[in-house]
């Protein structure tokens, strides 16, 4: 597996190694001796979603006690995924990065505790996979608007299909960050 950083502290790209052959290919998505010599983490719960092209989902996040890290893939489709670095004494604080995850290119990326999460689907019957480092708490869950002027993210699209929980979700000028 190899490991890429990003212009965000702590924000990874993570490639494994795919053995291919005529049946087809192998790959290991996760191993906890290579995460644990980066970080000092434990997932504790695996999430997975399907949606269809067009879904937007996010941005998302827990606030503290209950803030999660995720190790997120594609296992089939595509996303355009992005994050926002939401922790105060960053000095890229507000900033968003945005990749592509797909089952062709087979990566993944590692968000850390204080980034708020959100993806678009790019193709019908996406699955999208993640493994967090705490449990899902419904009290501690906060959202900001996808499409926040301040954040300026370009997702290449302009009509989402996105929940009523992320229609209503907060502006990012308004927002105290709690990490």
């Known amino acids: 597996m190899t490991i890429e950083e990003t212009f965000i502290k702590d924000l990874l790209i993570l ?3 795919v053995f291919t052959d005529d049946r087809g290919y192998f790959l290991e998505s996760y191993n906890r001796k290579t995460l644990t010599s980066l970080f000092d983490l434990e997932f504790v719960q695996d999430n997975e979603s399907k949606s269809q092209k067009g879904v937007l989902r996010g941005l998302h996040f827990q606030k503290p006690p209950f803030a999660q890290g995720k190790l997120v893939r594609v296992i089939t489709g595509s996303v355009l995924d992005v994050v926002v670095d939401l922790r105060k004494e960053s000095p890229t604080y507000g900033r968003h990065f945005k990749h592509i995850l797909s089952a062709e290119n087979k990566k993944q990326l590692y968000v850390p505790e204080g980034f708020a999460h959100g993806f678009l689907v ?43 929980k992320d229609k209503n979700a907060e502006n990012f000028a308004k927002f105290v960050s709690p990490f």
């Open 122 to 164: 790019l193709e019908d019957d996406t699955v999208f996979s993640y493994k967090c480092t705490n449990y899902y708490n419904k009290e501690a869950e906060m959202s900001i608007k996808w499409n926040d002027s301040t954040l300026n993210i370009d997702w290449s699209t302009e009509h989402p299909i996105i929940s009523e």
């Open 15 to 17: 490639s494994p190694a």
